[in-house]
């Protein structure tokens, strides 16, 4: 199934799709950082995704950023409020030459990001990277995830977000695979 949402503001104007296959992703989010770690979290999650992206990236790239964040996380809760089996915990490490990332995910119901990542520089490229935490926040509270993403060791800014991205899709990807048995994976019977 494919989820679709458009969200359009005064800062950027998005049109974004979802999908739990493996058809090819089209990425356009005219932040070209922010393109590929994006693809590099469509490849290693298995999750299909179409983003069409304007904003006000001549101000800087925190809106673009972020708003893409937002629209991802509410078509993850769409997703994952269908589907009828999954694992619900994953847990990724990421080696990407000299530094190390890993993340847990809890597809919780109960939105938490715990951010642990000194990056090593304030820009790769043009791109701010205080803004992966401000994408993960946005995705994490909009999916209602319990994230943990934690750079375990640095080096080379560009490799630390990297791994930040491939561990987040690799987690992702172990929880939302299905399990043995049909229904929530709650103990409670539901995840709200």
């Not at 990542?117 to 992966?132: H, M, W």
Request: hydrophobic fraction near 35%; avoid cysteine; charged fraction near 25%.
């Amino acid at each position: 199934m494919i989820y679709q949402k458009t969200r359009n503001t005064a800062e950027t104007q998005l049109s974004i799709s979802l999908a739990d296959d493996n058809r090819p992703s089209e990425i356009n989010t005219g932040v070209g950082f922010l393109d590929h770690m994006l693809t590099l979290l469509t490849f290693h999650s298995n999750l299909s995704i179409t983003i069409d992206a304007n904003g006000d990236t001549e101000v800087d790239d925190h809106h673009v950023t972020e708003d893409i964040g937002i629209v991802l996380g509410q078509l993850l809760l769409e997703m994952t409020r269908e589907k009828k089996s999954f694992q619900r915990y994953g847990v990724s490490y990421i080696p990407m030459d000299e530094t190390l990332a890993r993340t847990v995910v809890d597809i919780s119901g109960r939105p938490f990001l715990s951010f642990n990542a000194s990056l090593s520089r304030e820009k790769v490229g043009t791109f701010d990277t205080e803004l992966v935490e401000e994408f993960f926040r946005a995705l994490v509270i909009n999916a209602r995830l319990t994230t943990h993403i934690d750079l375990i060791r640095g080096g080379n800014t560009h490799h630390e977000i990297e791994g930040i991205f491939k561990s987040f899709a690799r987690a992702l990807k172990v929880a939302l695979t299905s399990n043995d048995t049909e229904g929530t994976p709650s103990s409670k019977g539901v995840i709200e």
